[in-house]
């Protein structure tokens, strides 16, 4: 077997091992799992553990000449029983399929159709009708000034990889009408907003230990990624992601007023969890909602042509 990378997160390793039981049903011992997945036995028994938790007894176990072993067993296993998936899970994954299609390279959408054609066997007969429509699309979405992220799977690969092992990446950051700028930053999170990825956190100085400011990294904007081999103990301050926009600042709450020829445009969408519409007599809304990008919020309100406008700020009260 094939080493996998010893850098990998635990979840490619929970991937990989997976595939490899999966596409593999003999016995596969302990020791050369942790040799493939280049870790400790006692992480091969996590990965296990949560694979067990996933398929139940499906997966089989046991000892030889006192080497613990591991199975699964996709022969003798009922067909229903060999992976759950269900006709309306099938959907769903089709639907998630053609939402992500302007972001996926042409190999991803390869790789995942496939992957879909391989659950779609794995239906019971009573689902195999349906299960043969999977192709037969039945949404289609046409977002416009799409970002072809192709060119940047390696960065989202990278920045993944830091988040999870919380390491310190020297990025060179394009800014409009300004020279690209180098910075040391530590990412938190990715984030989309408005068909565009962004990557949360928090800018250091050339000690990796004092922290600048937060920042948010348009993912298309990064000209280059380099991983540090500096790790930081950085939390990403908490954020109220119910509210409208990236985080910037502290939440804010405004009231907007929409005039009537924009007001249906504005009721039928939601644009945060944290919100309230109120209709008008004049047959405008008010629209209450909080933020924490006050510009962003603003260039919103300014997109409306004199359409909208904010009428007050609300104080909200301190946190405890």
Not at 126 to 142: G, I, L, R, S
């Amino acid at each position: 077997m094939i080493k996998l990378d010893k850098d990998a997160s635990k979840g490619i390793k929970l991937l990989k091992l997976f595939q490899l039981l999966m596409l593999d049903s003999r016995k596969h011992y302990q020791t050369d799992l942790a040799d493939y997945l280049d870790c400790s036995a006692q992480t091969v028994i996590r990965l296990i553990k949560d694979i067990e938790e996933l398929i139940g007894p499906d997966l089989l176990s046991g000892t030889e000449d006192r080497r613990r072993w591991y199975q699964i067993d996709c022969v003798s296993s009922s067909r229903a029983r060999r992976l759950a998936v269900k006709n309306d899970e099938l959907r769903y994954l089709t639907l998630c399929r053609e939402f992500s299609d302007p972001y996926l390279t042409k190999e991803q959408k390869l790789q995942i159709d496939k992957s879909i054609l391989r659950f779609s066997m794995l239906l019971s007969d009573t689902d195999k009708e349906a299960a043969d429509k999977y192709n037969q699309k039945e949404f289609k979405f046409y977002p416009k000034g799409v970002i072809d992220y192709s060119p940047f799977m390696q960065t989202i690969d990278d920045l993944c990889l830091a988040i999870d092992e919380k390491r310190i990446c020297k990025v060179l950051y394009h800014t409009p009408q300004k020279e690209d700028k180098e910075h040391l930053f530590v990412p938190a999170r990715i984030a989309v907003l408005n068909g565009a990825f962004f990557a949360l956190g928090a800018v250091f100085e050339k000690d990796y230990k004092t922290k600048k400011h937060l920042v948010s990294f348009a993912i298309h904007r990064i000209r280059s990624l380099e991983l540090m081999n500096v790790k930081v103990d950085y939390e990403f301050p908490p954020y109220d992601d119910k509210a409208f926009g990236l985080p910037w600042h502290e939440p804010k709450t405004f009231v907007i007023e929409i005039d009537p020829s924009a007001s249906d445009y504005v009721k039928e969408r939601k644009w945060a969890d944290k919100q309230e519409l109120e209709d008008l007599a004049n047959g405008g809304v008010k629209l209450t909602i909080t933020t924490q990008s006050e510009p962003e919020l603003k260039a919103w309100v300014g997109s409306f042509l004199g359409k909208a406008k904010i009428i007050s700020e609300i104080s909200l009260p301190p946190n405890p």
